[in-house]
Structure formats: structure tokens, C-alpha cells
């Protein structure tokens, strides 16, 4: 079984910045990709920003380029989600996502609890 721990959201006002962290554990043999996702009130989940074992990134959102950016420590099993420049359409539930194979050599996805970030204009 694997546990996503997230941490990092807030109230910020518009313009302010974010940093959310992920934190994977359990039992875990490989890490593939790891991703963000936001929903917002009335709206469905949506790909924010995705990155691979090997670093490459994805930012589904042209809207958020240039000012989010997505990040991994293997060491510690965490992925980062760098949030400047924050505006008010931001304001989501974020939740991280993890791909991998367990101990067992059996594929998992896991999603973290999410973390509610706010953006005040």
C-alpha cells in the first residue's frame, strides 16, 4: 500500500506564491510519474502539471506556464509543485498523483488527500 502525504496550501492573495509537497511512502519499489491536479468548485479534475522518472514535465494548463513549476526529489519520494503569481482562478482543491510499482512488482496510482489553496484578489 502506498500513502501520499500533501502539505503546502493556503490563503495568498493574488500575485503571492505557493510551494505544495508531496510526500510518497509504503511500499514502494519504482516511482514513474508523479503529477498535480486541481478541481475547482463545479468543475472537474484536471491535469495541472505531470513530470517523469527522468524529469521530463507537462503542463496540461497553458494558463499556468511560466508560473507553476513542477519538481521531484527521488530520494525522498516527494513532488513539488512551484506556484508563482497565483490569481484568483487558481483557487482549487490540489491533489497529487503517483505512479509506480510496488514491492510486490504491482502497478499502483495513488492520490493524495488534497490541499486547498485560495487566492484572493
Known sequence: QVQLVESGGG????????????AASGSIFRINAMGWYRQAPGKQRELVAR??????????????KGRFTISRDNAKNTVYLQMNSLKPEDTA???CN?????T?????????????VTVSS
Do not use: E, H, K, M
Open 104 to 116: 510486490n512488482t504491482r502497478p499502483f496510482t495513488s492520490w493524495g488527500q488534497g490541499t486547498q
Open 51 to 64: 513530470i517523469t522518472s527522468g524529469g521530463s514535465t507537462n503542463y496540461a494548463d497553458s494558463s499556468v
Open 11 to 22: 490563503l495568498v492573495q493574488a500575485g503571492g506564491s505557493l510551494r505544495l509537497s508531496c
Open 93 to 95: 482543491v490540489y491533489y
Open 98 to 102: 503517483v505512479q509506480g510499482l510496488t
